[in-house]
């Protein structure tokens, strides 16, 4: 589209998200928490019919319980368009798991603002072709019994 672009960040060390890929690729350590939650007013309030004005009005704080990548302020406005992608290569010592990415915007103050998020059962990684009467956008996912894809874990 004219007058528009896209842009990729890649992990980076210590946390940072950046324009250019890095020899480490951004492996970090993470233990998960499974008592990290995301609160309530969140979007799947919304999706059961519950009145939701504003979305994870209680997440600030929640950061320094989760694994997060930060980019460098921007220097002009930003307007995301479509559907951001999150491409994650990770190891882990469990037969079965989940990511969940979020997407947020950071004040100079450091206050956050929930904008998206996506999730993935590590079992339903696997791509397939769209059907034709499908028009997704990304990776297709049939999540059908048939294309689970068991985790090794290491």
Not at 81 to 92: C, F, M, N, Q, R
Request: proline share 6%; with cysteine.
């Amino acid at each position: 589209v004219p007058g528009t672009s896209s842009s990729e960040l890649f992990f980076g060390s210590k946390g940072a998200l950046s324009g250019v890929p890095t020899a480490a690729g951004g492996s970090r350590y993470y233990k998960v928490d499974f008592g990290c939650e995301t609160g309530t007013d969140t979007r799947y309030e919304r999706i059961g019919s519950q009145a939701v004005d504003e979305y994870y009005v209680s997440w600030n704080g929640r950061d320094d319980r989760m694994l997060v990548y930060t980019s460098s302020p921007a220097v002009a406005d930003v307007e995301i368009t479509g559907h951001p992608e999150a491409v994650v290569w990770l190891s882990t010592t469990a037969s079965d798991g989940a990511i969940f990415v979020y997407l947020e915007d950071v004040e100079p103050s450091g206050k956050r603002h929930y904008i998206t998020e996506g999730v993935l059962r590590f079992l339903h990684r696997k791509v397939s072709e769209s059907p034709d009467h499908d028009r997704t956008i990304g990776p297709y996912r049939t999540y059908h019994h048939q294309d689970i894809t068991p985790v090794v874990p290491n």
